[in-house]
């Protein structure tokens, strides 16, 4: 009970994330143990048993700790609003010496954020990501992504491994989709960040639609593109494109759909990464 009030209580005063940034940090550092015990609380009542339980209960121990936990754990990220910057060290591809990849962040607005060296330390690309095993495992061998902060414009440069084919020799068509999809996650990524998207928390892919226009050979560097196409509430339309190069051919064009979860989704689905320890608070703040 205590707890539940403590969160309801700070949950109450967070409406607006930016309001209770400082706040928010502070109930982190000081309190884990009164978010560990709400996210409990939540998920035991996420149960079918126990018809007991009214509904005004229900929503006390789903909503309100869920919301709270949520709130303390996202509203940290408001301070990291910038797009990260490489060191030096996690700058490093051999991808760069390429004129045409080196030309990208020569462009006004255009910063390196991710590379094949950084995903170690990303908060959330981890060892299950599917990027990470890919580079682990020689499907891929090498990447370096940019971002343009005015266009809102993302590109993945990527040279891909030898054991990536459906007809011998062939990048397999769902290889492709998956990069693009991932390209997109990538830029819903970075304008979260930028604090560009009409809502908060995550977002998934609802629709991926792919035309293939060329086939891309085994051991091929291309360059995957990903834009916005228009937002609407919890909707971001998006499209991509993998070329060989800025100006090379075009192997394949998508339009997808993401849709962020409704705020009760959301909600149930912070408890559970918390609880489960996917995601601890610290981490839990980049996701959202």
């Known amino acids: 009970m205590q707890a539940r009030l403590l969160l309801r209580a700070s949950f109450r005063s967070s409406v607006h994330p ?54 303390l754990t996202s509203v940290a990220a408001a301070k990291a609003h910038q797009q990260p910057l490489l060191d030096e060290e996690h700058q490093h591809s051999s991808l760069l010496d390429a004129q045409w990849v080196q030309r990208i962040p020569q462009q006004q607005n255009v910063l390196q954020v991710l590379s094949a060296k950084s995903l170690d330390t990303h908060p959330l690309l981890t060892k299950d ?40 020799t062939i990048v397999h068509g769902g290889f492709t989709a998956t990069v693009m999809d991932e390209t997109l996650g990538f830029l819903l990524f970075a304008l979260k960040k930028q604090q560009a998207l009409p809502f908060w928390g995550p977002a998934y892919t609802a629709h991926l639609e792919v035309e293939y226009k060329a086939k891309i050979s085994a051991g091929s560097v291309v360059l995957c593109t990903a834009e916005i196409e228009s937002m609407e509430g919890r909707k971001l339309w998006m499209k991509s494109t993998v070329k ?37 608070p610290d981490k839990m703040a980049s996701s959202m």
């Open 129 to 168: 990501h599917i990027f990470t095993a890919f580079l682990r495992n020689g499907q891929l061998k090498d990447m370096v992504c940019f971002y343009d902060t005015a266009e809102k414009k993302y590109y993945t440069v990527l040279q891909l491994g030898r054991e990536v084919c459906g007809f011998p």
């Open 18 to 71: 930016t309001c209770v940034k400082g706040a928010a940090e502070t109930r982190l550092q000081q309190q884990p143990a009164t978010v560990r015990q709400a996210s409990s609380q939540a998920s035991n009542a996420f149960g079918t048993g126990g018809g007991s339980q009214s509904s005004s209960n229900r929503k006390q121990f789903i909503l309100y700790p869920a919301a709270a936990v949520i709130a």
């Open 244 to 280: 060989d190069g800025p100006t090379g051919k075009v192997y394949a064009t998508a339009r997808a759909l993401f849709v962020a979860p409704s705020s009760t989704r959301l909600a149930k689905d912070a408890v559970r990464l918390l609880r489960d320890g996917v995601f601890p």
